[in-house]
């Protein structure tokens, strides 16, 4: 598609279970990001992946929260021992990142609800 | 303007009104600031986007300014319709290396026909 895919669009786990949210970026695009949006709040910065470069990390709040991103396209957010603080809508967006600000394309988002 | 907790500050207007969203933010060094519209159960989309370098840009119906010496951002949107109705979030680029957008706590904007 043209757009910025994620899947699922819903999630429903119990408490202390694992899972995976997948985000794949428009083509083309060098720049990933996750973003965390809890109810009737702004976007919580997580993860941002840019070409080879090592990842910024610096938003993932607890060392359950990892990501990978394969061949430099699809990216994988995983949540180990999920809690119920970590329900949310996990939002993945893409761009070209040419440095000094760039636009960011969003997906429609992950809903995570943790029971 | 922005806020805190759960509950958006939301701006009611009448259909074809004018209406004007406000955003402060925070670093004085962030050098791109940028508006999305996100509607329930959507993603945020892009409306307008301003450089540092700029104090106003428009758009088909939609006009930004910036106020770099109180650190203001703005969104006006002209002939406001139903389907404008969304939460609006500014967000700013405080690193200049690359595009990590910090987003405030948005603005629901209600429309009524």
């Known amino acids: 598609g043209a757009g910025v895919s994620q899947s699922p669009s819903n999630k429903v786990t119990e408490k202390g279970k694992d899972v995976e949210l997948r985000c794949d970026p428009i083509?083309?695009?060098?720049?990933l990001y996750w973003y965390r949006q809890s109810l009737g709040q702004g976007l919580e910065f997580l993860i941002y992946?840019?070409?080879?470069?090592?990842?910024?990390k610096s938003g993932l709040p607890s060392d359950r929260f990892s990501a990978e991103r394969t061949g430099g396209s699809v990216s994988t957010l995983t949540i180990q021992r999920t809690q119920q603080e970590d329900s949310a809508v996990y939002l993945c967006?893409?761009?070209?990142?040419?440095?000094?600000?760039?636009?960011?394309?969003f997906g429609s988002g992950t809903q995570l609800s943790v029971l | 303007g922005e806020s805190v907790g759960l509950h958006l500050p939301t701006l009611s207007v009448q259909e074809g009104d004018n209406s004007i969203i406000n955003c402060a933010y925070s670093?004085?060094?962030?050098?791109?600031f940028i508006w999305y519209k996100q509607e329930s159960g959507k993603g945020p989309q892009f409306i307008i986007d301003?450089?540092?370098?700029?104090d106003k840009r428009q758009g088909q119906r939609v006009t930004v300014l910036l106020n770099k010496t109180v650190k203001h951002l703005s969104l006006q949107i002209a002939a406001t319709q139903p389907g404008d109705s969304a939460v609006y979030f500014c967000?700013?680029?405080?690193?200049?290396?690359?595009?990590?957008?910090?987003f405030g706590k948005g603005t629901m904007l209600l429309v009524s026909p």
């Open positions: 967006a893409s761009s070209f990142d040419r440095g000094g600000g760039e636009k960011l394309f």
């Open positions: 083509s083309g695009h060098t720049a």
């Open positions: 992946f840019q070409g080879n470069s090592a990842p910024d």
């Open positions: 670093n004085s060094a962030s050098d791109y």
């Open positions: 301003i450089r540092s370098n700029m």
């Open positions: 967000a700013e680029n405080r690193n200049s290396g690359y595009s990590t957008l910090t």
